[in-house]
């Protein structure tokens, strides 16, 4: 069993940045691959990147170049470093595990976090 808690949600301006870390809980952390969805109001959840356990990193278009994807495996903790940020971007951010490989179907993802709110103004 695996539980994900993120945090580092805001209220940020167009143009800034924000980072959102995602925690979990268990010994095997390292061998998840870690995905981050967002859903916006009234929309479905996407995909918006993931890094698997070699922590190679898959983006969204719409997000590739402005976001990056880490993980301190020492830490249990993976990042979401968000810059130049769009009020299209936001939405409720989710942060999701699997084992090892990545996908971009958020059902394939096995654990949930409860989600964070990022809020980008114009």
Known sequence: ??????SGGGLVQAGGSLRLSCAASGRT???YAMGWFRQAPGKEREFVGAID???????ANSVKGRFTISRDNAKNTVYLQM???KPED???????????VVSVTESDYDYWGQGTQVTVSS
């Open 53 to 59: 356990w070699g922590s190679r990193t898959y983006y």
């Open 83 to 85: 810059n130049s940020l």
């Open 90 to 100: 936001t939405a409720v951010y989710f942060c999701a595990a699997r084992a090892r």
């Open 1 to 6: 069993q695996v539980q994900l808690v993120e």
């Open 29 to 31: 952390f390292s061998n």
